[in-house]
Antibody, heavy 123, light 112 residues
Framework: EVHLVESGGDLVQPGRSLRLSCAASGFTFGDYALNWVRQAPGKGLEWLGV??????????EYATSVKGRFTISRDDSNSRVYLHMNDLKTEDTAFYYCTRDWAPAGGTFGDYWGQGTLVSVSS | DIVMTQSPDSLAVSLGERATINCRSSQSILYNSNNKNYLVWYQQKPGQPPKVLISWASTRESGVPERFSGSGSGTDFSLTITSLQAEDVAVYYC????????FGGGTKVEIK
């Protein structure tokens, strides 16, 4: 059974950095693309970016809104994907979900989702 | 980016009645080479992550009740729940994957 478990969410001050982690199990991790999606409390969903599987050299794509501030990386040996967030702003306050992409090349939809981790940015 | 617009924002339907949610994309999300629409519908219940109901605009995921159906092509799409059940109370989102993914704003479905 596929499981995705996010961790690392915290209360941080504006301008600080934070790294989220997503531990995966139940599938051949290296074969899949993984996405990060966020949802501000009571609001809609926003795709942040994707990291492709090893067949696609782990390349990444990002939403325009976070490009240059957020970076996605992966550790296939430990079945983990990471979201590195820099220069955090109050508008980054949200639940952050990792999702397994339906397609190995990524850029489709999340067929499995974690439960999310909450990031709060406030002074 | 492709903008996805859902309507209505919220919908109250009696148990057993039909609910229809609309989703419009700012450009066509029909890929002509394979005649597939790159659209997915999610259901999100309170305190839970979204769950895929329908992919490719009209393909119901395994285990999703038959009362859920998706239709449309090009830029206009619909999700229909033919006989609303109490467990269908949720927020429903459309998302395109023709280009980098973008989501509609969501439609909240409640019982009248």
């Amino acid at each position: 059974e596929v499981h995705l478990v996010e961790s690392g969410g915290d209360l941080v001050q504006p301008g600080r950095s934070l790294r989220l982690s997503c531990a995966a199990s139940g599938f051949t991790f290296g074969d899949y693309a993984l996405n990060w999606v966020r949802q501000a409390p009571g609001k809609g969903l926003e795709w942040l970016g994707v990291i492709r599987g090893k067949a696609y050299d782990g390349t990444t794509e990002y939403a325009t809104s976070v490009k240059g501030r957020f970076t996605i990386s992966r550790d296939d040996s430990n079945s983990r994907v990471y979201l590195h967030m820099n220069d955090l702003k109050t508008e980054d306050t949200a639940f952050y979900y990792c999702t397994r992409d339906w397609a190995p090349a990524g850029g489709t939809f999340g067929d499995y989702w974690g439960q999310g981790t909450l990031v709060s940015v406030s002074s | 980016d492709i903008v996805m617009t859902q309507s209505p924002d919220s919908l109250a339907v009696s148990l057993g009645e039909r609910a229809t949610i609309n989703c419009r994309s700012s450009q066509s999300i029909l890929y002509n080479s394979n005649n597939k629409n790159y659209l997915v519908w999610y259901q999100q219940k309170p305190g839970q992550p979204p769950k895929v109901l329908i992919s490719w605009a009209s393909t119901r995921e395994s285990g999703v009740p038959e009362r859920f159906s998706g239709s449309g092509s090009g830029t206009d799409f619909s999700l229909t729940i033919t006989s609303l059940q109490a467990e269908d109370v949720a927020v429903y989102y459309c998302q395109q994957y023709f280009t980098n993914p973008t989501f509609g704003g969501g439609t909240k479905v409640e019982i009248k």
